[in-house]
């Protein structure tokens, strides 16, 4: 099977069947829009077809925290609709969306009450009674922190009310952070499906079976039935599993990572969605070992600003994008500064005037043509407000010629470094480049370089490097991954064209 099944930050994978296509949705956390999900007629192959959140008031992102957001929704073909269930972490909290097709318009999203936790399914019994299993970890309040293992309810999914008070289920095997429940009727035994060992190097998969819905549930003498803790593999932290049945068997979709570095190893991506096959013995799921593919193709994306923006472009917390216009100038791109008062490190807002992309690849490109005449812009490869390398420039009004600022900023830690240009506009990159594997030299401990410049071609002059592993899941300690693309931070900026470039290898 193709792995990753979707490579970039979409983790929490869930994956449901309707009719002959098969529909993936994943986590997007901050990022605006909310829930991508992708479609595939053979559960292998994955093309994005949009968000189930495109409109304001769906999430409510705005104040969320960094990581807060969108986790872990679970999608779900039936009585001839779409149904996702997703947490809005610190935000509107549970909620239920519908849809007649999985390519909206989705609703504007139920609160689910009674359901306080993360990581919710959604299932049916053959009577039609709903049950919201889900991962019982309280985000807020006094209790916040606490966990109390894997809980179900009876739900009326017309008012968002629980029918009961959340009974306990089977919370695995005593690893940590028992979540991610999904729950199955597979010909007439219920199999409840579970993540345990926290989402780092211990995430596992295990599973349990009842004869009905509420248990009582039995675990699998096999379990963990799926993990890669203690393996050398190159996709690590293997967890979060959803289950689909195809004409020819079953699929599996599990979150992943791909750590590269000589010993900790650091995912550039964050959490990126994997799938397999599987097979059955003795009433339980063995999952088949996945392998990466070595040679799949690279990508080059070119963005001219003369369309709408496509399915992969996101913003921080920000569902208006008041201050982006295609209109303004057409054929450009332009940006309204975040800061117009206070020239300072715009990436460091929790709400920066950005508009970016995942990166998918872990060796990548972004370069844009940035017209800053009338303010200050750039380009930033971004974990959060805390985590982020920016290049951006500036006109100089004492000298006439511009200034090129590539800045790097660690939670309290900040470096800049600076370049005099020629005034105009100016192509600013950024580039991330995987680190050799050379044995115990010590920049093999690193996972890849980011590099900073301006201009193209023979006048194309790199201005600083950094090591990327700061800009890591395992360093930042964020649940998303890379995202990269252009800002305002004063004025107006504007961008001619945005490329992306992206090498598996
Ligand atoms: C997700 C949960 C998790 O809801 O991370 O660590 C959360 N585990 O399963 C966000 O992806």
Known sequence: MLNPAVPGFYPDPSICRAGRTYYLACSSFEYFPGVPLFSSTDAEHWTPIGHVATRPGQLALEDVPATGGVWA?????????????????????????????????WSDGIELHGVEGIDHDIAWDADGTCYITFSGLVLDGEQSGTHHGIQQVRMD???GHALEQPRSLWSGTGLKFPEAPHLYDIDGTWYLLIAEGG???GHSI???RADHPEGPFHGCPANPIYSHRSTDHPVQNTGHADLVR??????VVFLGTRPTGLTQAFAVMGRESFQSTLHWVDGWPV????????NLPGTKVHTDFDEPLGVEWVSVRDAERGWASLDARPGWMVLQGSTPNTPGPAMDDSHPHFLGRRQQHVRSRYAALIDAADGIGGLSIRYDELHHYDIEIQPDHDTGDYLVRARVRLAQVEQT???????GPTVLWITTTPVPANGFDPHALSCDTVGFGYGQGPDTTE???????????????AFTGRVAGIYAATGTVAFDWFTYEGEHR
Do not use: C, K, Q
């Not at 195809?246 to 699929?251: A, L, P, V």
């Not at 999952?287 to 070595?294: A, E, K, Q, S, Y």
């Not at 201005?463 to 300690?477: F, N, Q, S």
């Open 287 to 294: 999952i088949d070992p996945i392998t990466l593919n070595p």
């Open 417 to 423: 470094w600076e370049r005099r240009v020629p005034a």
């Open 246 to 251: 195809t004409d020819d068997g079953w699929r």
């Open 73 to 105: 929704p679970s999608i779900r073909f039936h009585d001839d609709h779409f149904w996702l269930v997703v947490a809005d972490a610190f935000g509107r909290g549970p909620l239920l969306f519908t849809a007649d097709r999985a390519e909206g318009p």
């Open 199 to 201: 989402t780092e190097r």
């Open 157 to 159: 999914t017309t008012t």
């Open 206 to 208: 295990s599973i349990a």
């Open 463 to 477: 201005i600083a490097d950094m090591d990327g592993r700061y800009l890591t899941a395992d360093t930042a300690a």
